[in-house]
């Protein structure tokens, strides 16, 4: 099968034939429609974060994926060949025509997505569940604070926090206040005229940090005691969660079939809905890893273009169509 690969840390994707994998009894065999361009794909390839993030070279990126079952291992009775699936790898990349996945890691697509749409959801959306619900332990009535609310990960998490009965509140660039407040913030802070600690004016529950650095630090400020500060890109000092009398932690999302089937329902009712800013064709990875990086925090040790670089939109998923 072709497959996009890096055979070199920092080297250029390329496309090669590689072997077809096999499912193993608990896996499933996908052939792969479309993926999704995650800020980890780059700090991966970049060798950058090795030491804690490893990849075995040569390597084929690509976290997440929507597919046809082409193929089920013996112990597999959820899904069947013909079935529509979305979900995140376990294994092999999904930049290429086939892969081999855990059962347990996918889902059905909801019928009302493209294949593309479905690709942009699995990382993105249960990063957002992951960090507000298991553990910023949000609840109705409460206040969110969520920085980089028009991101991929900040676009969910204000959906699922207004959805469930959260005030939402989020900071992003000011272009980006009419779509925030469409999928449900209630107030939106432009990070680039303001400082949020300044303006806003009352504490809240819980903060999810997609941005970290300075934006981090800063947010001990704005949390009530006993409050959840979740970083989904840098770890939190435990110094300053205690000095501030309030919970802290990074988290790295642990994504599961079920979850994403919990998603899959809600975005199969309308009530949330997906974003994809740009679809490219698997050949074209490179200029949308470009476009990609221009938006990677700092925090990843890589060097962004500058914070809040210009691109041509600030919200949606870059997708690459394979088949
Ligand atoms: N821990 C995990 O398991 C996990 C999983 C998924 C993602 N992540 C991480 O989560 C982070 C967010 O991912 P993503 O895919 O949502 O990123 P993204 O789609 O690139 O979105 C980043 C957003 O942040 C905005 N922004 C930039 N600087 C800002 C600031 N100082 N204050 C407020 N907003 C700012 C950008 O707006 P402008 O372009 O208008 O500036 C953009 O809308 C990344 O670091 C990613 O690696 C972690």
Redesign the pocket.
């Given at each position: 099968m072709r497959a996009l690969t890096l055979v070199e840390y920092g080297g250029q994707l390329t496309f090669n034939d590689v072997p077809r994998p096999t499912p193993a009894r608990d896996e499933i065999l996908v052939k792969v429609k479309s993926t999704a361009v995650?800020?980890?794909d780059l700090v991966q390839a970049s060798g950058t974060l090795r030491q804690i993030l490893p990849i075995d070279l040569p390597w084929i990126p690509g976290h997440e994926f929507s597919g046809v079952v082409e193929q089920i291992g013996g112990d597999v009775a959820a899904c069947a060949p013909g079935d529509a699936v979305f979900g995140t790898t376990t294994g092999t990349g999904a930049y290429a025509e086939y892969l081999t996945v855990k059962a347990a890691a996918i889902a059905r697509k909801p019928s009302n997505l493209s294949f593309e749409e479905a690709a942009s959801v699995p990382?993105?959306s249960q990063?957002a569940w992951q960090g507000i619900f298991d553990h910023g332990h949000l609840e109705k009535g409460q206040m969110i604070l969520i920085?980089?609310g028009?991101?991929?990960?900040?676009a969910y998490a204000v959906q699922l926090a207004s959805y469930a009965g959260a005030t939402v509140i989020a900071?992003?660039?000011g272009?980006?206040e009419a779509y925030l407040k469409s999928i449900g913030a209630g107030r939106v802070i432009d990070?680039r005229a303001a400082q949020f600690e300044k303006v806003l004016g009352e504490k809240v529950d819980v903060v999810l940090d997609?941005?970290?650095g300075d934006?981090q630090k800063r947010s001990f400020l704005v949390l009530r005691e006993g409050g959840h500060l979740v970083s989904?890109?840098q770890p939190v000092s435990q110094e300053e969660t205690a000095r501030h009398r309030v919970s802290g932690e990074?988290?790295?999302?642990a994504p599961s079939g079920d979850g994403l089937g919990r998603i899959g329902r809600l975005l199969e009712e309308g009530r949330i809905r997906p974003d994809v800013a740009t679809v490219y064709a698997l050949q074209d990875a490179a200029q949308a890893w470009k476009d990609?990086a221009a938006?990677l925090?700092g925090?990843?040790g890589m060097s962004p273009n500058g914070?809040?670089a210009a691109?041509a939109r600030?919200?949606g998923k870059i997708v690459l169509r394979v088949a």
């Open positions: 995650n800020h980890l990382v993105a990063t920085h980089g028009a991101g991929a990960v900040g900071t992003a660039s272009d980006d990070y997609l941005i970290g934006t989904a890109t990074m988290m790295r999302l990609i938006n925090p925090a990843h914070p809040g691109r600030s919200h």
